[in-house]
């Protein structure tokens, strides 16, 4: 009787171990997603696709691009009612950690004006975004509102997620970029880079099973892993 209370309260402690390191994770991943989300914007060669939209908008409203990315992934997130999706607390968090991460990070960095400054500020921030998206995919709480609602017209339309991605994706970079989002070599750079990049640490920010056996890590493309926020 004693060894089993002892089995059942290693189990308990394991499954809180657990859960506080993806808890972790998550946080980390979307706090690290914001800030080198705002490194992309410093060095201005060009933003991943959301990106592209936010900092339009942001142009076009006088807000800063933080509270655009909090404002229009709650606005995605309605979107997931008629699509009858079910967000997870990393879905919610989502939105308003990444803004606030990036928007802090924006009023900590100095501007860079050469070169010599803006192209590693771009090579940094793409690297640790692959990071950031292996920590919070790998946490497993929920995809994030634009992940989501990819997947989500996925499962309605019959389509594939790689068309219902391209089809979102240009009409968000089209019209960032006609509101005065940035475009450039770090956009391109960005999109052939944070797939590998991502899927090298996804394994890296593997979970153990619950069980306590070997590690899970994700093959492929991660389902439903759009690969940003």
Same mark, same amino acid.
């Given at each position: 009787?004693?060894?089993?209370?002892?089995?059942?309260?290693?189990?308990?402690?394991?499954?809180?171990?657990?859960?506080?390191?993806?808890?972790?994770?998550?946080? &980390?991943?979307?706090?690290?997603?914001? &800030?080198?989300?705002?490194?992309?914007?410093?060095?201005?060669?060009?933003?991943?696709?959301? *990106? $592209?939209?936010?900092?339009?908008?942001?142009?076009?409203?006088?807000?800063?691009?933080?509270?655009?990315?909090? $404002?229009?992934?709650?606005?995605?997130?309605?979107?997931?009612?008629?699509?009858?999706?079910?967000?997870?607390?990393?879905?919610?968090? *989502? $939105?308003?950690?990444?803004?606030?991460?990036?928007?802090?990070?924006?009023? &900590?960095?100095?501007?860079?004006?050469?070169?010599?400054?803006?192209?590693?500020?771009?090579?940094?921030?793409?690297?640790?975004?692959?990071?950031?998206?292996?920590?919070?995919?790998?946490?497993?709480?929920?995809?994030?509102?634009?992940?989501?609602?990819?997947?989500?017209?996925?499962?309605?339309?019959?389509?594939?997620?790689?068309?219902?991605?391209?089809?979102?994706?240009?009409?968000?970079?089209?019209?960032?970029? $006609?509101?005065?989002?940035?475009?450039?070599?770090?956009?391109?750079?960005?999109?052939?880079?944070?797939?590998?990049? &991502?899927?090298?640490?996804?394994?890296?920010?593997?979970?153990?099973?619950?069980?306590?056996?070997?590690?899970v890590v994700a093959t492929g493309q991660p389902r439903g892993a759009i690969l940003r926020p």
């Open positions: 009787m004693r060894q089993a209370t002892t089995t059942t309260g290693g189990i308990a402690l394991s499954t809180k171990s657990r859960l506080g390191r993806r808890l972790i994770q998550l946080y &980390a991943g979307l706090a690290l997603y914001g &800030a080198s989300s705002a490194l992309l914007v410093e060095a201005g060669l060009g933003l991943e696709p959301w *990106n $592209v939209l936010h900092q339009g908008l942001a142009e076009l409203t006088g807000l800063t691009i933080g509270v655009v990315s909090i $404002v229009v992934g709650a606005a995605v997130l309605l979107l997931w009612l008629p699509l009858r999706q079910r967000p997870g607390l990393g879905t919610v968090s *989502n $939105v308003f950690v990444v803004g606030i991460a990036m928007d802090g990070t924006l009023a &900590a960095v100095p501007e860079a004006h050469t070169l010599a400054v803006r192209i590693p500020l771009l090579l940094v921030g793409i690297l640790l975004n692959g990071a950031a998206t292996g920590l919070y995919i790998a946490a497993n709480f929920g995809p994030g509102p634009r992940d989501g609602l990819m997947t989500g017209l996925h499962r309605r339309t019959g389509r594939s997620i790689r068309l219902m991605r391209t089809a979102v994706e240009v009409a968000v970079v089209v019209t960032g970029f $006609v509101l005065g989002g940035t475009i450039g070599v770090g956009t391109l750079l960005y999109a052939v880079s944070i797939g590998p990049l &991502a899927q090298l640490f996804l394994r890296v920010f593997a979970l153990p099973s619950a069980s306590g056996g070997s590690t």
